[in-house]
């Protein structure tokens, strides 16, 4: 009996050293890797510090885009030894009601040792006085983050841009680059644009918790490094006047320096308060986001418009490089244009007789565009909109710039699957039809005037971190100064010629030239208003684009916001020394 006894004894220390050695072998040989990898991943936490964002300044320094301190309520988890007991004292301090703050608490809630919000965005005195009197609450603390700061609100809101919480492509396409899902990213404008510049490099720490998440001890600490500050060519006086006089309009206008290509102002109407993605109420975005207005077009270099009118200079261009017309050739405008059974009309019922370049540039006479567009055909249309940039980008340092549409046979037959007929040029010749551009092209066809055949590439920024950016001296184009005098000398006399379109863009003791423009825009809609030119007319410093959606006639509302924005510029001097 006894031997049975000792018997069985020895069987079941057998079988436990047995099932000892078996699960030993389990789980030190065959899951070795598996449990070596999570002790690993387990053991060791990293705590995100997120560095500041670079700040946006105008050319004088002053504050476009910055990052303020937010002050935030929080919690860190593991240090909370009641959590009804802590929640129901910030109730308390705070006068907010404990149901709220304990659903912020669980809604916010990560890890143990992750701050996790209560209350965000506390005005300063307010949080230093909560401070006070978290002494005796254990795991409360106020802590600071950096939160972006638009101080001008939508003055140049389309320039500067706005940023937002990180989108699924966006992490895709930029996760190599160190960002994460928790990262807030540039989401237009130069916040987009050099969104690698501004960002900055987040540093954080490295902690060693237990099994639960606690923290044990800190490992290592990486100091956040703040992104770098850029400025841009902006002024922001001038950008304010321009929001002022486009209040209430739907549009764009731009003020560029002539010999450099530096974005002096840049307007697209409406506009939005950037502040609102940042720490708006939810109900602002959705409204500006399903605005009909679309508010986050930036319509000065995405918007495409037919360009009436301000076209008919690079038709005049086409036609004197070639020597379709000459200083003399003049054509009859009787006020109406014969193709086949079609008329197309001038503006002036009456006509404008006989018109040379210079005059039919000064009246915009559409009866010898008629003509001269006929004699050129639209390849040469087409292949001297090139020649100024339409169809193309300007590479403006801007996301979203659009090439706009320069028509010609073959883009018709492969777009409308139509051929291209004798009327389309006519159409074509007073910048309608088909092609539409955008306000930063036309800008830069009327520089390329304005500096006799050059132009820069134009830009908003100009030093990252202190560093003045590097750009091509000049870009030459196939004029010469001699093929572009006459148009110059059209270009003066619409605005200082008591008959010229655009008197009322006229400056006292300023000579501007420049061009009108009413573009059509489908029917029983009003016509899109355009103005092209530049000052002063002899040796130009700046050139300036217009463009008023819907605005009627070019030589009402465009040359009138022109000349306001130039007598700005004259008395406020802007440019010069």
């Known amino acids: 009996m006894l031997n049975n006894r000792i018997r069985l004894i020895k069987i079941f220390v057998f079988l436990s050293f047995a099932s000892l050695l078996a699960a030993l072998f389990y789980f030190q040989i065959i899951r070795y890797s598996h449990f070596k990898s999570l002790s690993l991943k387990n053991s060791v936490r990293t705590i995100p510090l997120k560095a500041s964002r670079g700040s946006i300044c105008d050319r004088k320094g002053l504050i476009l885009a910055k990052d303020d301190i937010s002050f935030n309520l929080v919690l860190i988890p593991q240090e909370i030894p009641n959590l009804d007991n802590v929640i129901g004292r910030l109730a308390v301090i705070t006068g907010k009601p404990a149901p709220e703050l304990k659903a912020r608490y669980k809604k916010n809630y990560k890890l143990p040792f992750v701050p996790s919000d209560i209350i965000t965005d506390i005005p300063p005195e307010r949080a230093f006085a909560i401070e006070e009197r978290l002494i005796d609450v254990p795991g409360a603390f106020i802590w600071a983050v950096p939160k972006r700061w638009y101080p001008n609100g939508k003055i140049g809101s389309h320039v500067i841009g706005y940023i937002g919480k990180i ?75 321009m929001n002022s006089v486009f209040e209430e309009k739907k549009g764009a206008c731009i003020v560029m320096e002539a010999k450099t290509g530096a974005i002096l102002g840049l307007v697209s109407s409406p506009e939005f308060d950037p502040n609102i993605f940042v720490s708006g109420k939810s109900h602002d975005r959705v409204r500006v986001l399903n605005d009909k207005g679309h508010p986050l077009l930036n319509r000065a270099i995405t918007g495409s418009y037919p360009p009436g009118s301000t076209f008919k200079i690079i038709v005049a261009a086409a036609g004197i490089v070639t020597g379709a017309v000459k200083e003399k ?51 040469q249309i087409y292949k001297y909109g090139l020649y100024f940039g ?41 910048g309608q039809g088909y092609l539409e551009v955008t306000p930063i092209q036309m800008l830069k066809a009327i520089t390329i005037v304005a500096n006799n055949g050059f132009y820069h590439q134009p830009f908003i920024v100009d030093s990252i971190g202190g560093i003045k950016v590097t750009r091509r001296k000049e870009h030459n184009t196939i004029f010469k100064p001699e093929s572009l005098q006459m148009i110059r000398r059209g270009l003066y006399k619409c605005i200082n010629d ?59 509302d465009a040359a009138s916001i022109a000349r306001l924005i130039t007598t700005y510029i004259k008395e406020n001097g802007i440019i010069g020394p």
């Open 167 to 241: 989108g699924d492509t966006e992490f895709k396409r930029l996760k190599d680059y160190g960002y994460t899902t928790r990262d807030l990213v540039g989401k237009s404008g130069v916040e987009q644009y050099y969104d690698a510049y501004l960002k900055g490099d987040d540093g954080g720490m490295q902690i060693e918790v237990d099994s639960r998440s606690r923290e044990v001890s800190r490992i290592g600490f990486k100091e956040p490094i703040k992104g770098k500050d850029i400025v841009l060519s902006l002024d922001l006086g001038l950008q304010r006047f």
């Open 329 to 379: 050739t003049s054509f009859f405008c009787d006020g109406i244009f014969e193709l086949g059974n079609t008329s197309f009309r001038c503006w002036k019922e009456a006509g404008h007789g006989y018109q040379n370049v210079v005059e039919a540039l000064s009246h915009s006479c559409n009866v010898f565009f008629y003509n001269l567009g006929k004699a050129l055909g639209v390849e």
């Open 390 to 430: 339409l169809g193309s980008l300007t590479g403006i340092d801007l996301p979203q710039e659009a090439k706009g549409t320069l028509p010609n046979a073959l883009w018709k037959r492969l777009h409308v699957k139509a051929p291209w007929y004798e009327g389309d040029t006519i159409n074509y010749s007073i």
């Open 498 to 556: 008591r008959t010229g379109t655009g008197q009322n863009a006229a400056v006292e003791a300023m000579a501007v030239s420049g061009k009108t423009g009413t573009a059509q825009s489908g029917p029983l809609r009003p016509c899109h208003a355009w103005f092209v030119g530049y000052c002063p007319s002899e040796e130009p410093i700046v050139s300036m684009v217009v463009c008023v959606e819907h605005g009627g006639k070019g030589g009402e």
